[in-house]
């Protein structure tokens, strides 16, 4: 886009002189001798702005994406992707080579990839046998990561996995999630799944739970480090104390203080889910924009993403980023204000239908993931106007400085 | 929606009440019940009022019913409809009208591509009062309809490209129209070709002369059947092309021409993205000419699009990834009360499909904007 800007007042300026001399154009009425001065061109300037915007808008691409998922990706504008590759994908060659190929396809840079098989894994978790070899994995993953030069993953401490109650439907019978804790209700990570009153055979205690958690950062953050990769914690969905015997640690604003701080490390942080702590209400300690302020401030916001439900728990419905009780605007404003550096993703995408074609004149083709489409667009939109906004006038930052306590 | 806030806002009071006897939650602190019980109640007393800057899509007059699930699920609850002979009935305009309205859908807007860019109406060659009285036969077809808009062109010898392709972000193709290379005009199967489309070279006062005679038909069949007429500028918006003057491709020239019809029933369809195209030569950029008709509430449908650069060489592009901020024309729009539809259209091409959804989230986002800041 920079390109065509330059090359616009570059052929502008050609054109003007080849006029001059009276000698190009047939059917062609002649140009005004004097161009008038340009008034609405403010769009130009300010888009420079969004283009140099620190709040980068991501997907999460498959490992093995097309070509033309690549070049959809890059005709949104979207220029990184996330990628969620499992173990037998997770190594440091193939994780270069998508770095590679992504790059190649769609000028797509690789912000993070994750081993799936190694997040909410229960044997870390709780401390069952062969938790050191998992944790070993995970290193392992670190240094794959490191020399694939992918700098960012998210990491989530969920033993019992990510719990829902059947789909419902949210704007004219688009499919979402929902979550009612005093109904029907199931955990589920990978192939496993997770019910109460025991998910996990017995009552765990706080106190074991953080032991366990200290237990595998103090042994990953080193790796992390030296490996130049960040490690991103995300909220436990639901973000409840306590979930069928086993304790969220990730559940409550004190729950993240506490946790980082036993990291104590400049490379263990948050990838924020907005839809996640939005089911918590003011249950939290802070709600989103709190987290964004204190824990962007110190620069420990690695990743955000982005969905909306209709009202907090006991019982919540997935909406269109639209159409939820939570501003994404401004949760964009408040990244803007903690200057957040990293990506922003849509997630939890209530979706759309997908059959048939749009038809018409000047009409559309066979739909193409429209869900994923329109809410980039929507989320786009709302971060060029706080790229925009921030511009034209700083955003006054209404929180004192939190002292570091990172070792750096 | 609003049954879904009713329903929070009950649960939360409820959540509220348990909270107070200090039976649910563990580490409370942020933002107190009362703020956000205070923040339920405000959205009860104020629900979100539906916008008047209202956002369609233009499908064919058959689209499948779950094509149209699908636009509500963007958040579209109005379309603009064109349909072409033998569909010309009154039957047919009466039960799309019909069709859409069973899956909860407005059709704010149908066209008739036999009775747009009509060369026999513009430039007054033979055949015309048969024209005139098709577009007539359209225009009743839409009052017994109950349909209260379309949009017209007058474009003597239609929309012009160049035949080269262009590519945008993303090596989207989109399309793109250079003065000093090969072009072309175009109007369904009718193609126009430079020097002269039309055999010679017509004054722009026979133009003038012909606009007067077709306004002085239309608009008093407009006026008896509740009908209103949007005329879209000239695409591009040059003075002349082929021989052919474009009068609808000035602000002086957009104000004459109103001047002539003199009807509340005559007034703009006003494309940005064409008008864009003109750059400083129009008389006045988008956003002067929402200000100015829009005030005088003339303007009855936006279509909502982007370009690279002005002419000479114009290149389609994304609504965010253009010369114009978007930003501004939307705020134009609701600075004049816009009450009317906007068409995100001419979107560039995208891999593997549909290129509708982006565009759509990303207007809708910038409407919602603007409404959102009207509010404050």
Redesign the interface.
């Known amino acids: 886009?920079k390109e065509?800007?330059r090359?616009?007042i570059r052929?502008?300026g050609v054109?003007l002189a080849?006029m001059s001399v009276g000698g190009?154009?047939?059917?062609?009425?002649a140009?005004?001798e004097k161009?008038?001065?340009?008034?609405?061109?403010?769009?130009?300037a300010?888009?420079e702005v969004?283009i140099k915007s620190t709040i980068r808008i991501a997907v999460q691409a498959p490992v093995e994406a097309t070509?033309?998922?690549m070049?959809?990706?890059?005709?949104?504008?979207v220029n990184h992707v996330t990628l969620w590759p499992d173990e037998t994908k997770a190594n440091a060659d193939n994780l270069a080579e998508k770095k590679k190929a992504f790059f190649a396809g769609?000028s797509l840079q690789v912000y993070g990839a994750n081993n799936i098989s190694l997040l909410n894994d229960e044997k870390i978790i709780l401390n069952l046998p062969g938790r050191d070899d998992r944790i070993e994995l995970y290193k392992q993953f670190l240094r794959d990561l490191g020399k694939a030069g992918i700098t960012y993953t998210t990491y989530s401490h969920s033993a019992n996995g990510v719990w829902n109650s059947a789909n419902t439907t949210t704007?004219?019978?688009?499919v979402a999630r929902s979550l009612d804790l005093n109904g029907d209700k199931t955990g589920q990570w990978g192939d496993k799944k997770y019910t109460g009153p025991l998910s996990n055979g017995r009552e765990y205690t706080t106190k074991e739970m953080w032991d366990n958690f200290e237990y595998f950062i103090k042994a990953v953050a080193p790796v992390a480090e030296q490996n130049n990769v960040r490690i991103g914690i995300l909220p436990d969905d639901p973000p409840v104390?306590v979930l069928a015997g086993v304790p969220r640690l990730f559940s409550?604003?004190?729950?993240y203080k506490h946790g980082l701080e036993l990291a104590k490390s400049p490379n263990v942080g948050v990838c924020l889910s907005v839809g996640t702590w939005a089911q918590g209400?003011?249950?939290?300690?802070?709600?989103v924009f709190?987290m964004i302020d204190y824990f962007g401030s110190q620069k420990k916001l690695f990743k955000v993403r982005i969905s909306n439900i209709?009202?907090?728990l006991?019982?919540y419905?997935g909406?269109?980023v639209?159409?939820g009780?939570i501003d994404i605007?401004k949760v964009m404003k408040a990244l803007k204000a903690v200057n957040f550096d990293g990506v922003v993703i849509a997630e939890n995408i209530?979706q759309?239908?997908t059959?048939?074609?749009?038809?018409?004149?000047?009409?559309?083709?066979?739909?193409?993931d429209?869900?994923?489409?329109?809410?980039?667009?929507?989320?786009?939109?709302?971060r060029?106007?706080a790229e925009?906004e921030a511009a034209i006038q700083p955003i006054a930052v209404n929180h004192k400085p939190v002292k570091k306590s990172n070792k750096s | 929606?609003s049954d879904?806030?009713r329903?929070?806002i009950k649960?939360?009071a409820a959540?509220a009440a348990a909270?107070s006897v200090g039976s649910?939650?563990?580490?409370?602190?942020?933002?107190?019940?009362p703020?956000?019980r205070e923040r339920m109640e405000a959205l009860l007393a104020h629900p979100p009022k539906k916008s008047t800057i209202r956002i369609i899509?233009?499908?064919?007059a058959r689209?499948?019913k779950?094509?149209l699930?699908?636009y509500?699920?963007?958040?579209i609850d109005d379309v603009t409809?064109?349909i072409d002979p033998p569909n010309d009935t009154a039957e047919f305009y009466i039960a799309t009208k019909k069709y859409f309205a069973e899956a909860g859908i407005n059709v704010y807007c149908m066209g008739n591509?036999a009775v747009h860019n009509q060369d026999k109406i513009v430039l007054n060659l033979p055949g015309r009062d048969a024209k005139i009285e098709e577009y007539k036969k359209h225009l009743r077809n839409m009052g017994k309809a109950g349909i209260g808009y379309t949009t017209y062109a007058h474009m003597g010898n239609g929309i012009w490209d160049s035949p080269a392709g262009a590519t945008?972000?993303?090596?989207?193709a989109a399309r793109n129209f250079n003065?000093?290379g090969p072009n072309n005009g175009r109007w369904n199967n009718l193609r126009f070709y430079?020097?002269?489309s039309h055999g010679r070279e017509y004054a722009e006062e026979e133009l003038w002369e012909n606009w007067k005679h077709f306004m002085r038909e239309v608009v008093p069949v407009a006026e008896e059947n509740n009908v209103r007429i949007g005329v879209h500028p000239d695409d591009p918006p040059?003075?002349?092309?082929?021989?052919v003057p474009r009068i609808f491709s000035h602000f002086e020239r957009y104000k004459k021409a109103m001047d002539i019809a003199n009807s509340p029933n005559v007034g703009l369809c006003l494309c940005v993205g064409s008008w864009m195209e003109g750059?400083?030569?129009v008389g006045?950029?988008?956003?002067?000419m929402i200000e100015h008709f829009g005030a005088q509430k003339k303007i009855f449908k936006i279509h909502f699009r982007n370009i690279?650069?002005?002419i000479?060489?114009f290149?389609e592009t994304?609504v965010?990834?253009?010369?114009?901020?978007?930003?501004?024309i939307m705020k134009a729009l609701k600075k004049v009360n816009f009450d009317g539809v906007l068409f995100p259209?001419?979107v560039?091409n995208?891999?593997?499909?549909?290129?509708?959804?982006?565009?759509?989230?990303?207007?809708?986002?910038?409407r919602?904007?603007v409404e959102?800041e009207a509010l404050v």
Request: net charge neutral; with cysteine.
């Open positions: 886009m065509n800007r090359d616009f052929k502008t054109s080849a190009v154009g047939s059917a062609v009425a140009p005004p161009p008038a001065p340009r008034k609405n061109l403010s769009g130009d300010l888009q969004a070509a033309t998922q070049s959809f990706y890059q005709q949104m504008g769609g704007r004219s019978e688009a104390p409550s604003f004190e729950g209400g003011n249950k939290l300690g802070k709600d709190g209709d009202q907090p006991p019982h419905q909406t269109f639209d159409n009780y605007y209530p759309m239908i059959a048939g074609g749009g038809g018409g004149r000047g009409g559309a083709n066979t739909a193409y429209p869900s994923l489409a329109w809410t980039v667009g929507y989320i786009k939109c709302l060029d106007r925009e | 929606m879904n806030r329903d929070f649960k939360t959540l909270v649910v939650g563990s580490a409370m602190a942020g933002s107190s019940e703020e956000l899509m233009q499908p064919n689209i499948s779950s094509q699930t699908w509500k699920q963007m958040g409809v064109w591509g945008t972000r993303g090596g989207a003065q000093y430079p020097p002269l040059i003075p002349k092309l082929a021989g750059g400083d030569t006045t950029d988008a956003v002067g690279e650069m002005p000479p060489h290149i994304f965010d990834s253009g010369y114009t901020n978007m930003y501004t259209d001419h560039p995208m891999a593997g499909g549909n290129a509708w959804p982006f565009s759509v989230g990303y207007v809708k986002a910038l919602d904007r959102a």
